[in-house]
């Protein structure tokens, strides 16, 4: 059943004025929205151009193979290394290559740049070159702090998984509808040798091999690059 109500002058101009305001408001919100630059991240612009060995692939014939060589370094971080207990890399279709992630070497890190092994990386088969996305932690700078949750987090709140995969195993995948990347935490002890005295600085217990909330799954947004 529906009610009638009836406005007096006065009150029908306010509510007006009061719906005019309030679709400006919306509006000009919205408009601002769209203004602000989207976060994007260091895949936004793939599928890359593929190069001249993506044709040398489609010409193959059956049982035929194809060395192509070491894939091109990332500009900053050099070439990924391999993994240990990973049997394949998470593949996206849609970005034309494949994520790698997980440690391959029990608590490995680089004594050079003082990063730990989990970093994070994607293979881009059509450039057939890589692209880091995340170095690993650094073992001697790594600050974090727990969240409401009890989620590591760093300062400014973004949640960071440190070396939550003691090996990638068949916990990673991707989601191309979404286009986001996903694992499922398989932690260790290994990280102790190089992180755990710093963190010791933040976290409530570290006593256990399995450290809590970690088991949740982990999403990377491939547009925003977090």
């Known amino acids: ?7 007096r002058c006065d009150e029908a101009r306010r509510f007006v004025w009061l719906a005019i305001a309030l679709l400006v408001t919306t509006a ?12 994007r991240g260091p895949l936004a612009e793939l599928p890359s151009r593929p190069a001249e060995h993506v044709e040398k692939i489609r010409a193959l ?3 035929e193979w194809l060395l192509l060589g070491a894939p091109a370094p990332d500009p900053k ?9 990973t049997s394949k890399m ?3 279709g849609d970005l034309g290559g494949a994520f790698l992630y997980g440690e391959g070497v029990h608590g490995f890190w680089d004594r050079e740049n003082n990063r730990y092994m989990d970093d994070f990386w994607f293979y881009d088969l059509l450039a057939h070159r ?35 995969l003691v ?3 068949e916990m990673t995948t991707y989601l191309p509808g979404r286009k986001r990347f996903m694992f ?4 260790g002890s290994y990280w102790r040798n190089s992180v755990g005295e710093r963190r010791k600085l933040w976290l409530e217990d570290i006593r256990g091999d399995v450290q809590r909330p970690r088991a949740d799954p982990r999403l990377y947004d491939v547009a925003a690059g977090r």
């Open 1 to 7: 059943m529906f009610q009638c109500v009836r406005l």
């Open 28 to 39: 000009a919100t919205a408009i601002a929205a769209d203004e602000k630059p989207a976060a």
């Open 61 to 63: 014939k059956p049982g």
């Open 77 to 85: 971080w050099g070439l990924a290394r391999g993994r240990a207990f």
């Open 90 to 92: 998470a593949a996206a």
């Open 130 to 164: 890589w692209i880091c996305l995340y170095p690993g932690s650094d073992v001697k700078n790594l600050t974090m702090q727990l969240d409401a949750k009890g989620v590591e987090v760093t300062a400014d709140g973004e949640p960071l998984p440190i070396a939550p």
């Open 167 to 169: 090996h990638g195993y």
């Open 184 to 187: 499922l935490p398989v932690p």
